[in-house]
């Protein structure tokens, strides 16, 4: 997880106290996944930017009567989606997170396996290639750039799951809740962003031609 | 279970949803099957690369206007 932040008691004293560099962190924290949260209900990323910080002004009001019966993050999240479905329905984008049909293509391709006609229909044609440890710097910071450039390049969707799941590390049943959405679409959401990820790390490593 | 039906049930089987007999044939070809082990592997590896990207942010205008409204916030 990116940031390590204290506790919910901690951060909530901190809000209400006026704690300035408990709230730099959180804005470091948690921005990130807001404004991808807020991408996915409104057109622009203007827009998205102002529906964060109106969330921010109305978590300043509303801290006094926040009383823990969620966590803080879902709490804030819930205020950014409320403030970004008022947005996005004014600028008549809102498509709804439960409507969606998945989409049923593999996410590996086809042409990796064998055909229906083989002795071993799909099965691997060759293993996937087993990939090099990343403990030197250099090569950390490259993956690190390409997995962060793999997940710009997912559907919107896809890439607010992946990062309330794998970045944030909120469990499945509260990005279910948080996003109104089943535990089905919910998991081939973030199986289709982790697989799409998956991919780029392997055209990445093939091409680096580090041996492990 | 073939390769290609396994590789689409890799999230499923991390976050402990399989049925039983799907998670038992899932398993057992895991077991004679390098490939899959791999495929598998790497996709636990993505989960961990994913955590350790550093969250993106703000435009800087919008993170000071914030810490500005934050610090004059009226407050008893």
Known sequence: MGVVLPTDDVLVDGLRAGDEEMFACLLNGWSGSM???ARSFV???ASAEEVVQDTWLAVFQGIE???GRSSLQTWVYRILINIARKRGSAEQRTVPWASLVPDRDPTVDSSRFRGPHDQYPGGWLAFPERWPSTEGEVL???VRATVAAAIQ???IRQQVVLTL???DGQTADDVCALLDISTANQRVLLHRARAAVRSRLERYFAATGVES | MTCAELVELVTAFLEG???PDTERRFIEHLAICDGCETYVDQMRRTVAEVGQVEPESLSDETRDRLL?????FPRE
């Open chain 1, 35 to 37: 404004v991808r949260l």
């Open chain 1, 43 to 45: 057109s622009t990323a």
């Open chain 1, 65 to 67: 009567r926040f009383e």
């Open chain 1, 140 to 142: 950390a910071n490259e």
């Open chain 1, 153 to 155: 390049s997912l559907p």
């Open chain 1, 165 to 167: 799941r794998d970045i």
């Open chain 2, 17 to 19: 949803a399989l049925d």
């Open chain 2, 68 to 72: 500005e409204a934050f610090r004059t």
